[in-house]
């Protein structure tokens, strides 16, 4: 497990960037396998690590864009928006994490000023 917190991209994110990759290249079969690992991988391994860094963050935001290449003239506009849904909803929670830690820090800022005086 320690292995894979090393990768510069979370398991999902790789896995999902290879499918992306490989659906421009036409090898569906081979793409969609690894757009099925990047989803697992993303619901089992990297969804829990979202709070922890950023880069969990990336595999929401790449599953819109392999989706797409993937499926070709066949993707399914439901499919397409609950994905970008579900990226936007990750961009949002990463936001407000990164929100309620500048507003903490400026709070212990305030105080610390407060202290001096």
Same mark, same amino acid.
């Given at each position: #497990?320690?292995?894979?917190?090393?990768?510069? *991209?979370? +398991?999902?994110?790789?896995?999902?960037?290879?499918?992306?990759? *490989? %659906?421009?290249?036409?090898?569906?079969?081979?793409?969609?396998?690894?757009? %099925?690992?990047?989803?697992?991988?993303?619901?089992?391994?990297?969804?829990? !690590?979202? +709070?922890?860094?950023?880069?969990?963050?990336? @595999?929401?935001?790449?599953?819109?864009?392999?989706?797409?290449?993937?499926? %070709?003239? !066949?993707?399914?506009?439901?499919?397409?928006?609950?994905?970008?849904?579900?990226? +936007?909803?990750?961009?949002?929670?990463? #936001? @407000?994490?990164?929100?309620?830690?500048?507003?903490?820090?400026?709070?212990?800022?305030? !105080? %610390?000023?407060?202290?001096?005086?």
């Amino acid at each position: #497990m320690k292995r894979l917190q090393n990768l510069p *991209l979370p +398991l999902s994110a790789i896995a999902l960037l290879t499918a992306f990759v *490989l %659906g421009n290249f036409d090898y569906q079969t081979a793409g969609w396998t690894f757009f %099925g690992i990047g989803i697992v991988a993303w619901a089992r391994l990297d969804a829990k !690590q979202l +709070l922890k860094s950023d880069r969990y963050g990336f @595999s929401p935001a790449i599953a819109v864009l392999a989706y797409p290449a993937l499926a %070709g003239a !066949q993707a399914n506009v439901a499919i397409t928006f609950a994905l970008a849904l579900h990226a +936007l909803l990750v961009f949002l929670i990463l #936001m @407000s994490r990164h929100l309620s830690e500048d507003i903490a820090q400026a709070f212990s800022q305030k !105080q %610390g000023i407060s202290q001096r005086i």
